[in-house]
C-alpha cells in the first residue's frame, strides 16, 4: 500500500492513444502501468500491468477522456486515487519555450499550443490529455516533460542549419532533438553506473526503439544531438528515413509525382529498416529474416550500424573527452548484434567488445560490453522514460511555480 499523496500518474497522449504509468518515485518499476489504444474506435480496449499480471478490457467507441475515466476507476478499486500527489505530461516539442520541465499554467498550455505546428502529430493529443486530465485532477499539479527540454543546451553552430537566418528568425527552422528524457535519464546512469565525475564526463547515447536518436552528453548536458527540426532527421529509424540528401526529396517531387503529403508519408512511413528491407520495420524480425539468409534484412541492418556508427563517431566530436557510448531502447537494450556489428565500426575511437557480455546484456539488464581495457566504454542502460517524468513532476509538485518566463 502506498503511503500517503506519493504517487505520481505519468500519461503520455498520442493521436489514438493514452499511456499511463502509475509511479512511487522511491521505485524504479511502476506500480501499475497500461495503455488504451484505438481511441475513438469500435475496437479500442485498455490494459493494465502490475506485479500480478496483464489483463486487456474493451473500451468500445472510447476516446481519451473515457480512457482516463477508466484509468481512474482502476486507481479508485485499488484506494490509490487519495494517494495521487501529481501528474506528469509527455509533451514532445516545446521549442525554445521550455529548458526544463514546468508545472503546468495556462501559460505553458499556450506555450505547448505554441509548438503545435513544430509537431502536429504529437503536441495537440499531449494537450487534449493536459486538459482532460486537468478537468478530472483540478486539486492536485500538474507537470509537462518535454522530449526537446534536454537539448536546449545546444550551441548555436550545433542547432543551426545552414539556410538563410532569416528561416531560423521567422519559423524556428533549427534543429531542437528529441527523445530528451531518455538521453537524460541513461547518462545520469551513466555516470553513476560507471563511477563517473558527474562535472567532467564525455558520453553518447544512442536511444534506439522504433525511432532513434543519438545525443552527445558534456558534464550532465546534451551538446549535439541526431534529431532536427521534427523526428526525422539523423538515424535510420524502424519506418523513417533518417539522413536524407534534401536534393534527393526535391528531385523525386519534380520526377516521381510526390507531393507534400505523398513525401510526408514516403520518408515517415514507408522507409528505415522498413524501406531498405522490404520487410519488416521490426529489428527483432529483420535479424530472424537476415539469419535465415534474407538479404534485405541483411542490408537494412547494415545500413542502421553503419549510419549509427558514423553518428557516434561524428558526436564525439562535439565532446571535450568520450568517456562512454551508452545504448538504450527496445533494439539498444535488446540486441547484441546490432550492437557487436555498431561496437565493430567503432574500432578507431578505441572500442573493443566483451562478446560474452555483450550477449549477456538483455532485457534490462546493465553493464559494460567492451572489453577490460577498452576506453571509451560501452555500455547497456535500460531506459526508463516514465520514472524520470515521475521525478521531474514530483519535484515541481513539491517546489511549487517559479515566476519565470523561461519554463
Ligand atoms: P518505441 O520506440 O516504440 O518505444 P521500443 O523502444 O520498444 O520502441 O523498440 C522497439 C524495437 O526494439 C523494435 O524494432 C523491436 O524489434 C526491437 N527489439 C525488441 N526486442 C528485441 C530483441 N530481442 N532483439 C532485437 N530487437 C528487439
Known sequence: MPPDASLILVLNSGSSSLKFAVQDTAQRTPLLS???????????TINFKDAQGKRTEPLPGGDHAAALDAVLAELAGRSWLGALAAVGHRVVHGAERFTSSALITPTVIADIEACNELAPLH?????????????????????????????????????????????????????????????????????AQLGLDSADHGLVTAHLGNGASATAVQDGRSVDTSMGLTPLEGLVMGTRSGDIDAGAVLHLMRTAGYDTVGMDALLNKQSGLLGLSELSNDCRELEAAAAAGHAGAKLALEVFAHRLARYIGGLAMSLRRLDAVVFTGGIGENSPLVRAMTVARLRPLGLVLDEAANERFIRGADGVITTAGSTPCAAVIATNEEWMIARDTAELAHRGPTPSKAH
Open 34 to 44: 497500461g495503455l488504451a489504444e484505438r481511441l475513438g474506435n469500435t475496437q479500442s
Open 123 to 191: 503536441n495537440p493529443p499531449a494537450l487534449v490529455g493536459i486538459r482532460i486530465a486537468l478537468a478530472r485532477l483540478p486539486d492536485i499539479p500538474h507537470v509537462a516533460v518535454l522530449d526537446t527540454a534536454f537539448h536546449q543546451t545546444m550551441a548555436p553552430e550545433a542547432y543551426l542549419y545552414a539556410v538563410p537566418m532569416a528561416l531560423y528568425r521567422e519559423h524556428g527552422v533549427r534543429r531542437y532533438g528529441f527523445h530528451g528524457t531518455s538521453h537524460r535519464f541513461v547518462a545520469l546512469e551513466a555516470v
